[in-house]
């Protein structure tokens, strides 16, 4: 009787300590679910057009037309007379979900390339994260995030406060598209899609940051 019991206890016995080892063996296949929330925001707004301020009305009644601003030529890189585009490239997003064409991004929009062990991209996201809330609504804040892990990346995020949409960049084809080797990198686009300045000046902080805004897409950031 002792040894009928045994026998049929074996079987369970096996078979449960074959569910707690593939439960618990790290060699498992399949994807390993990550836990951590994203700190970024979703990419669906970004080919959304920002709600703009209203014109004031001139004297006549109409409203005038919204000024271009003059591409200017400077040491770190502004685009030609008349702007150029955004490289043909589509990106996934950090946070999932559909990947986004470049030339979708509805401007005016800000967009900053950078890697999490670059010193003065570690130095400027905190601006670029004040940029987005001073002036939601009228620019896009846009992150490329490139030579880097998903994991190093999601870790800067939280560690910065990062909440604007990321996008990742495995193959560092923004930078080749935009015929420049370095980070980090600004481009600052209008609201016709046209690229008016690519800022290769190293680290921007808040003043710098408003005063690019203002002289390339002709906006006003609130302090």
């Known amino acids: 009787m002792t040894r009928r019991l045994a026998a049929l206890l074996l079987p369970l016995a ?12 790290p060699a498992s296949p399949g994807p390993r679910k990550n836990t ?13 057009p920002p ?20 591409p200017t030529a400077s040491g770190s890189g502004a685009a030609p007379a008349g702007g150029s585009v955004l490289p043909e490239l589509t990106l996934p997003c950090f946070t999932g979900g559909d ?18 062990w670059c010193g003065p991209c570690r130095k400027e996201l905190p601006a670029f994260q004040r940029l987005s ?11 490329v995030n490139a030579r880097d892990g998903r994991d190093a990346a ?39 899609g046209r690229v008016r300045h690519v800022d290769v000046s190293g680290a ?5 940051l408003a005063e690019l805004v203002r002289r390339h897409l002709g906006l006003e950031v609130p302090a």
């Open 99 to 116: 990947p986004v064409a470049l030339r979708d991004v509805r401007g005016p929009a800000v967009i900053n390339l950078w890697t999490s």
């Open 133 to 143: 809330e001073r002036s939601a609504g009228r620019l896009q804040v846009v992150g």
């Open 51 to 70: 709600a703009a301020a209203a014109p004031t009305p001139t004297a006549s009644g109409s409203a005038p037309a919204p000024a271009v601003p003059t």
């Open 154 to 192: 999601q870790s800067i995020g939280e560690d910065f406060g990062i909440r604007f949409p990321v996008l990742f960049d495995e193959g560092d084809s923004l930078s080749r598209g935009l015929n420049r080797n370095a980070i980090p990198l600004t481009v600052f686009v209008d609201a016709d």
């Open 36 to 48: 951590r929330p994203s700190p970024f925001a979703a990419c669906e707004a970004l080919t959304a």
């Open 14 to 25: 096996l078979l449960a300590a074959g569910c707690t080892a593939s439960a618990g063996d």
């Open 204 to 208: 921007l902080d808040d003043a710098r």
